[in-house]
């Protein structure tokens, strides 16, 4: 059963990381008990009238803790950068995550490792990373991970990638780290039917991968980064057509299967 919960947590730290990136870390409580990868958080942050949706990057359950990662881009996030320490309001765990019990069988409790598929491949584009780190940390099988970025300097936490046992494959569009191009680039021909393909990026990043997935029968699921006002599908600003039908990306998703997404 999904569970919410609004409530004032504790900032553990709230630490840059790269030239416009942070990474933000909470005491959550028993609350990290029903954080699944690919789910978010609204942050209601001083002096900004609406919250902002996080996407859930860790999970630790030894601190009972959730971490998030972000760039700073407008006001609120250039806000919430200069917070070091004290209380943030979290409104969460919300949306619907990487379906991982609908691969693997049997379904497993949601604080153990999932999933014993074939070859699990990560696509993430520029801060999608955020959505994924969870998830390959779920997977009791690793894989490779594709990461594509601007330049070397937005490419974020790869060790933390590579200490779980996952492969990574890089690119950048300045041809600063690995490929010089989009990761979609060097794809199509690493993509077999008997792969799980999960991905989360930019839409333009989006639209290859679910064509080049669509194109080969691969399966599997991908999170899409949608603005969102509300994060409980109340506002109906967060439209996204799928399977012929509009979907809430906030209450529907962020996560939908690769097959259903239209794009």
Not at 17 to 35: A, D, Q
Request: aromatic share 10%; net charge positive; hydrophobic share 35%.
């Amino acid at each position: 059963m999904c569970k919410r919960f609004d409530e004032n947590y504790e900032i553990i730290y709230n630490k840059k990381i790269g030239s416009h990136y942070f990474e933000l870390k909470v005491k959550i409580g028993n609350t990290y008990k029903y954080c699944l990868p690919g789910q978010f958080f609204m942050i209601s942050i001083p002096g900004v009238f609406l919250r902002r949706p996080f996407g859930i990057y860790d999970v630790n359950n030894e601190e009972k803790s959730v971490s998030f990662l972000y760039k700073v881009v407008g006001k609120g996030t250039r806000i919430l950068s200069n917070i070091k320490s004290g209380i943030l309001q979290l409104l969460g765990p919300l949306g619907k995550g990487y379906d991982l019990g609908s691969l693997a069988s049997p379904t497993v409790d949601n604080n153990n490792t999932h999933g014993d598929f074939g070859n699990n491949i990560i696509v993430a584009g520029g801060t999608g990373i955020a959505s994924v780190y969870s998830l390959a940390s779920r997977l009791k099988k690793k894989g490779t991970l594709y990461y594509g970025a601007r330049s070397e300097s937005d490419l974020l936490h790869l060790d933390n990638f590579r200490k779980l046992g996952w492969k990574t494959v890089l690119s950048t569009e300045d041809g600063s780290k690995g490929y010089k191009g989009y990761i979609t680039d060097i794809l199509p021909e690493q993509l077999k039917t008997s792969d799980t393909l999960f991905a989360c990026g930019p839409i333009p990043m989006l639209k290859k991968v679910l064509q080049i997935a669509k194109e080969r029968g691969v399966c599997g699921f991908v999170s899409l980064e949608e603005k969102m006002a509300c994060g409980l599908g109340n506002c109906q600003g967060c439209v996204v057509k799928i399977n012929g039908q509009n979907k809430m990306n906030c209450k529907d998703g962020p996560v939908f299967k690769i097959e259903d997404v239209e794009l």
